[in-house]
């Protein structure tokens, strides 16, 4: 790429203020306005998911009839798993924060497909309202895992809601090569791999997951509807098809989808954490390489949701070992993120509160997967509260917390303002103690035997469901104080310099908010982005 | 301090063989996992206080991982990982594996309820009767979508997958009830899919066979008013298929012959298109693949469904596969219909299944 020309952007207006009309924004290929907008759209899904699960634990404060009636029940906690997977947790870090910083972080004017990445955005609002619109038509109840021969006979609308996430899984897959092809093409002359900020790492290693397992969704989708609206009965035994085929070629995707979902939070930890430690991590190496060991190992451990299936024993203890070594690669992380605070200057923030948070609630929720894959425990955990507890830890406990630690972080880079610190931090208290309240007694259900998508459950179960349900209350007040401290900070909050938080990484040396053209000068690229044992330059 | 571990961590009962061992390694892998989030956490905090920023504080030294430090770490997390990946998957073979001469129930699994058919022709719906200190093999079909077999008492599951025979085994180690749970979401009333294992003492288990050994109509018609009853959307719950028509053994050689087995297979020991019925059930069979093994319910299901795979060596492969055409009661009384041809030349054994001689408890320990 060409460096942008120093004269031709001296003096240049901010990318929020340059064009303020309505087109300006809609049909931008800025990548810095296409990721404020994947993020407003991922917020307004996650407002409508977290809702949906309000709305379950509620239903729980008792055995029986609470609010809503079976059916609905079923086609809710499908809703709410749809929603938060393939609308909310995705797209939210690569395509929002992803998008903002990777080309700013590489010191590029933009991705390598701009356009393209636009295409991303609506390819992505059309398959949010074709899956959105399947509500209208009653919604579906087969559970975000679509398990055949289930979903081809149920009478609910899943088609439209297959036909929906087939078109996310497009949009996935294009931010995706977009990313990967930025990441190569686009570093600057002198920047090799292993210069380039971590957040990069673990974006890269997200696009390769992307775009290999996603098109294995988008085949076994189009199988179920061809199933559902057509009888071919590719999984149905009825007509000499395979129901556990069904179960292999989804987990292949969705195994693997989960760290599309944390690496990019984890790659959002790594910036946090070196930057309000003013350190440098303790084993750049480490962290780089265990994000793609994570991206490699995670297509091999598919077969761990299947103990329980019927598939050979031999296979079990093949796919139970393997499961066990990818979470050596996300321990060495957890140290190397510890060992980098150590000698540190650490400066005690919001959005090192929450990497704080993320490190217990990740350690914790990230050992009780590694003890299923001890595998005579996933017998009687399977399919139990206990992993819905365990992947809540991952998804709430860790990649939530990692979103909202890098929103409190980048505000100022996003919009030129500071959050508020004593609101972040009565936020995050809120979230730690909500979310601790909410999930653990869900493991003491799962230790119990009470199954999921469990509408009417035994008795004895009721107290942890009340408890489950009132922390629930404490979590969303938590959430929503954090996302509306950030809205407010975002329009009224004071005026942040170009680098409020004295970091050394690369997309802290333009201003903030930056031009247009992201760089008025070349990126100048010393020091490198995590040195901190001298003094910076650029201050 | 056993009790007092499961009882924090809401464990239910120890009522099976494998329920103690399993709970150890649960004990020692959570308080493991609560120890490292622990330590994780508190030397996050211990940092952030003992080197928390001071004014004036701008550069740090560049410090730098130890590689043998690194070796060291990554090496002892593989080991405790695979550790605990080395007893949880010998446990798991053991839970894989019934134990051979374990008694043999047929559980069929349908939108919602379980039914379960005995050795003897006995059948019961939603309730399971099991001798205690017995190893009981399930051998498992489902009519309709997956199921999930789950005790938790027992520490098993095991999905039931349409077109699959699915096996899972536990042994009872003391008389009482424990509730059965579906654990793979099957429709609108997956959470009221639920049954209960009745572990009786061995004599109890015995007359309780022979007092249902004859299931008259009237019986049959008066559990079936019951259940309608008291199962939520009774209504809609077609049982009609449970009723028994006459005799078991008849109700096996109709379905054998609408299904088109006898044209292949004889029932007086003749050689024919395929291995003749009589004395086949019990008897050690040669498979084409070179494996050897007891032809047992759980073999029989498995050559109904999966032919190809299992054939007897020396016969040509000609049979079709029943995979969803046969549905799991059909195939349970020609199972049944099977068992009674290899009666016939040792009536004694079959019809009074020996029990067990081993110890057993009343109550939990």
Same mark, same amino acid.
């Given at each position: 790429?060409?460096?942008?020309?120093?004269?031709?952007?001296?003096?240049?207006?901010?990318?929020?203020?340059?064009?303020?009309?309505?087109?300006?924004?809609?049909?931008?290929?800025?990548?810095?306005?296409?990721?404020?907008?994947?993020?407003?759209?991922?917020?307004? +899904?996650?407002?409508?998911?977290?809702?949906?699960?309000?709305?379950?634990?509620?239903?729980?404060?008792?055995?029986?009839?609470?609010?809503?009636?079976?059916?609905?029940?079923?086609?809710?906690?499908?809703?709410?798993?749809?929603?938060? @997977?393939?609308?909310?947790?995705?797209?939210?870090?690569?395509?929002?924060?992803?998008?903002?910083?990777?080309?700013?972080?590489?010191? +590029?004017?933009?991705?390598?497909?701009?356009?393209?990445?636009?295409?991303?955005?609506?390819?992505?609002?059309?398959?949010?309202? *074709?899956?959105?619109?399947?509500?209208?038509?009653?919604?579906?109840?087969?559970?975000?895992?679509?398990?055949?021969?289930?979903?081809?006979?149920?009478?609910?609308?899943?088609?439209?809601?297959?036909?929906?996430?087939?078109?996310?899984?497009?949009?996935?897959?294009?931010?995706?090569?977009?990313?990967?092809?930025?990441?190569?093409?686009?570093?600057?002359?002198?920047?090799?791999?292993?210069?380039?900020?971590?957040?990069?790492?673990?974006?890269?290693?997200?696009?390769?997951?992307?775009?290999?397992?996603?098109?294995?969704?988008?085949?076994?989708? +189009?199988?179920?509807?061809?199933?559902?609206?057509?009888?071919?009965?590719?999984?149905?035994?009825?007509?000499?098809?395979?129901?556990?085929?069904?179960?292999?070629?989804?987990?292949?995707?969705?195994?693997?989808?989960?760290? *599309?979902?944390?690496?990019?939070?984890?790659?959002? *930890?790594?910036?946090?954490?070196?930057?309000?430690?003013?350190?440098?991590?303790?084993?750049?190496?480490?962290?780089?390489?265990?994000?793609?060991?994570?991206?490699?190992?995670?297509?091999?451990?598919?077969?761990?949701?299947?103990?329980?299936?019927?598939?050979?024993?031999?296979?079990?203890?093949?796919?139970?070992?393997?499961?066990?070594? @990818? +979470?050596?690669?996300?321990?060495?992380?957890?140290?190397?993120?510890?060992?980098?605070?150590?000698?540190?200057?650490?400066?005690?923030?919001?959005?090192?509160?929450?990497?704080?948070?993320?490190?217990?609630?990740?350690?914790?929720?990230?050992?009780?997967? @590694?003890?299923?894959?001890?595998?005579?425990?996933?017998?009687?955990?399977?399919?139990?509260?206990?992993?819905?507890?365990?992947?809540?830890?991952?998804?709430?406990?860790?990649?939530?917390?990692?979103?909202?630690?890098?929103?409190?972080?980048?505000?100022?880079?996003?919009?030129?303002?500071?959050?508020?610190?004593?609101?972040?931090?009565?936020?995050?208290?809120?979230?730690?103690?909500?979310?601790?309240?909410?999930?653990?007694?869900?493991?003491?259900?799962?230790?119990?035997?009470?199954?999921?998508?469990?509408?009417?459950?035994?008795?004895?179960?009721?107290?942890?469901? @009340?408890?489950?349900?009132?922390?629930?209350?404490?979590?969303?007040?938590? *959430?929503?104080?954090?996302?509306?401290?950030?809205?407010?900070?975002?329009?009224?909050?004071?005026?942040?310099?170009?680098?409020?938080?004295?970091?050394?990484?690369?997309?802290?040396?333009?201003?903030?908010?930056?031009?247009?053209?992201?760089?008025?000068?070349?990126?100048?690229?010393?020091?490198?982005?995590?040195?901190?044992?001298?003094?910076?330059?650029?201050? | 301090?056993? &009790?007092?571990?499961?009882?924090?961590?809401?464990?239910?009962?120890?009522?099976?063989?494998?329920?103690?061992?399993? =709970?150890?390694?649960?004990?020692?892998?959570?308080?493991?996992?609560?120890?490292?989030?622990?330590?994780?956490?508190?030397?996050?905090?211990?940092?952030?206080?003992?080197?928390?920023?001071?004014?004036?504080?701008?550069?740090?030294?560049?410090?730098?991982?130890?590689?043998?430090?690194?070796?060291?770490?990554?090496?002892?997390?593989?080991?405790?990982?695979?550790?605990?990946?080395?007893?949880?998957?010998?446990?798991?073979?053991?839970?894989?594996?019934?134990?051979? !001469?374990?008694?043999?129930?047929?559980?069929?699994?349908?939108?919602?309820?379980?039914?379960?058919?005995?050795?003897?022709?006995?059948?019961?719906?939603?309730?399971?009767?099991?001798?205690? !200190?017995?190893?009981?093999?399930?051998?498992?079909?489902?009519?309709?979508?997956?199921?999930?077999?789950?005790?938790?008492?027992?520490?098993?599951?095991? =999905?039931?997958?349409?077109?699959?025979?699915?096996?899972?085994?536990?042994?009872?180690?003391?008389?009482?009830?424990?509730?059965?749970?579906?654990?793979?979401?099957?429709?609108?009333?997956?959470?009221?899919?639920?049954?209960?294992?009745?572990?009786?003492?061995?004599?109890?288990?015995?007359?309780?066979?022979?007092?249902?050994?004859?299931?008259?109509?009237?019986?049959?018609?008066?559990?079936?008013?019951?259940?309608?009853?008291?199962?939520?959307?009774?209504?809609?719950?077609?049982?009609?298929?449970?009723?028994?028509?006459?005799?078991?053994? =008849?109700?096996?050689?109709?379905?054998?012959?609408?299904?088109?087995?006898?044209?292949?297979?004889?029932? &007086?020991?003749?050689?024919?298109? !395929?291995?003749?019925?009589?004395?086949?059930? !019990?008897?050690?069979?040669?498979?084409? &693949?070179?494996?050897?093994?007891?032809?047992?319910?759980?073999?029989?299901?498995?050559?109904?469904?999966?032919?190809?795979?299992?054939?007897?060596?020396?016969?040509?492969?000609?049979?079709?596969?029943?995979?969803?055409?046969?549905?799991?009661?059909?195939?349970?009384?020609?199972?049944?219909?099977?068992?009674?041809?290899?009666?016939? &030349?040792?009536?004694?054994?079959?019809?009074?299944?020996?029990?067990?001689?081993?110890?057993?408890?009343?109550?939990?320990?």
């Amino acid at each position: 790429m060409t460096p942008p020309a120093q004269d031709s952007t001296a003096g240049a207006k901010s990318y929020l203020v340059a064009e303020t009309t309505w087109s300006s924004w809609l049909m931008t290929s800025d990548h810095k306005r296409i990721g404020i907008m994947f993020l407003a759209a991922t917020f307004l +899904a996650m407002l409508l998911g977290g809702v949906v699960a309000l709305i379950l634990r509620i239903e729980h404060l008792t055995p029986h009839h609470t609010v809503v009636d079976a059916m609905t029940y079923n086609r809710l906690f499908t809703l709410h798993g749809v929603i938060m @997977v393939w609308l909310f947790m995705i797209p939210a870090i690569p395509a929002g924060l992803g998008n903002f910083l990777l080309p700013l972080m590489l010191g +590029a004017r933009d991705v390598a497909f701009p356009r393209l990445n636009l295409l991303s955005f609506y390819v992505y609002l059309l398959g949010a309202g *074709i899956t959105l619109s399947a509500m209208l038509m009653g919604g579906t109840d087969t559970g975000w895992t679509f398990y055949t021969p289930y979903s081809a006979t149920s009478p609910t609308a899943v088609a439209p809601v297959v036909a929906g996430v087939f078109v996310l899984g497009i949009s996935s897959i294009m931010s995706g090569i977009n990313f990967i092809v930025t990441t190569h093409a686009l570093r600057p002359r002198g920047m090799g791999w292993f210069d380039m900020p971590l957040f990069v790492w673990g974006i890269y290693a997200t696009s390769i997951i992307q775009v290999v397992a996603t098109p294995v969704l988008g085949l076994s989708l +189009a199988l179920v509807v061809l199933d559902h609206s057509f009888s071919w009965g590719i999984f149905d035994p009825a007509r000499g098809g395979d129901p556990v085929l069904f179960e292999h070629l989804f987990w292949f995707y969705s195994h693997p989808a989960v760290y *599309i979902m944390i690496l990019p939070a984890m790659g959002v *930890i790594s910036e946090v954490v070196c930057t309000f430690s003013r350190k440098n991590p303790l084993s750049y190496k480490a962290i780089a390489y265990s994000s793609l060991g994570i991206a490699l190992v995670g297509f091999l451990t598919w077969g761990h949701h299947l103990f329980v299936a019927g598939q050979s024993a031999y296979a079990s203890g093949a796919f139970g070992i393997i499961s066990e070594l @990818v +979470a050596v690669f996300s321990a060495i992380k957890v140290v190397t993120w510890l060992g980098t605070m150590y000698r540190g200057s650490i400066a005690f923030t919001t959005p090192m509160a929450y990497v704080f948070i993320f490190l217990f609630l990740f350690v914790f929720g990230g050992m009780t997967g @590694v003890a299923q894959a001890a595998m005579s425990l996933d017998v009687h955990w399977h399919d139990t509260y206990f992993i819905v507890a365990h992947f809540h830890f991952i998804m709430v406990g860790g990649t939530l917390t990692g979103l909202i630690a890098g929103l409190h972080y980048w505000l100022p880079k996003i919009t030129g303002r500071l959050p508020n610190e004593r609101v972040g931090l009565i936020a995050a208290a809120l979230v730690l103690m909500g979310f601790v309240i909410t999930f653990v007694p869900q493991f003491l259900l799962g230790n119990a035997g009470m199954p999921r998508r469990y509408y009417d459950y035994p008795v004895r179960f009721q107290a942890l469901n @009340v408890i489950s349900t009132v922390g629930s209350w404490l979590l969303s007040s938590g *959430i929503l104080l954090a996302f509306g401290s950030l809205l407010h900070a975002a329009f009224r909050g004071p005026r942040a310099g170009s680098n409020p938080w004295g970091s050394r990484s690369f997309e802290w040396r333009t201003a903030s908010p930056p031009i247009t053209a992201n760089f008025e000068r070349p990126l100048d690229l010393v020091p490198g982005a995590y040195d901190y044992s001298v003094v910076n330059p650029h201050d | 301090m056993n &009790d007092t571990l499961r009882g924090l961590l809401g464990l239910p009962e120890q009522a099976s063989s494998v329920a103690r061992d399993i =709970d150890m390694l649960h004990l020692f892998v959570i308080l493991t996992t609560l120890l490292g989030a622990a330590c994780v956490g508190l030397v996050a905090l211990w940092f952030a206080v003992r080197f928390r920023r001071r004014p004036g504080d701008q550069l740090t030294p560049r410090v730098q991982a130890n590689p043998w430090w690194e070796a060291g770490l990554i090496g002892a997390l593989t080991c405790l990982f695979v550790g605990w990946w080395v007893i949880g998957y010998r446990q798991y073979l053991h839970l894989q594996v019934p134990p051979i !001469g374990a008694y043999e129930i047929l559980v069929s699994a349908k939108q919602w309820m379980w039914s379960f058919a005995y050795p003897g022709g006995q059948r019961s719906l939603s309730m399971l009767v099991v001798p205690v !200190g017995r190893p009981i093999k399930l051998v498992m079909m489902s009519r309709d979508v997956i199921h999930g077999f789950f005790v938790p008492a027992f520490r098993i599951k095991h =999905d039931v997958v349409p077109g699959y025979v699915s096996v899972a085994w536990f042994q009872a180690e003391y008389a009482g009830t424990f509730q059965i749970l579906c654990t793979q979401y099957c429709g609108t009333s997956h959470s009221t899919m639920r049954g209960e294992v009745v572990a009786l003492a061995p004599a109890d288990f015995a007359l309780w066979l022979q007092g249902s050994r004859q299931p008259t109509r009237a019986a049959e018609a008066e559990e079936a008013a019951e259940r309608q009853a008291t199962t939520p959307g009774g209504d809609r719950l077609d049982i009609s298929h449970l009723a028994i028509d006459g005799d078991p053994i =008849d109700r096996g050689r109709r379905a054998a012959a609408r299904h088109g087995c006898l044209s292949c297979h004889t029932e &007086d020991g003749q050689r024919h298109i !395929g291995p003749t019925w009589r004395g086949l059930y !019990g008897s050690r069979v040669e498979l084409a &693949d070179g494996r050897s093994l007891i032809a047992d319910a759980e073999y029989l299901t498995r050559c109904m469904m999966d032919p190809l795979g299992n054939a007897v060596a020396g016969y040509q492969t000609v049979m079709p596969s029943y995979r969803g055409t046969l549905d799991p009661d059909d195939a349970a009384s020609i199972v049944e219909f099977i068992k009674c041809l290899a009666m016939a &030349d040792a009536p004694a054994a079959v019809a009074n299944p020996s029990l067990p001689t081993q110890p057993y408890r009343v109550g939990p320990p």
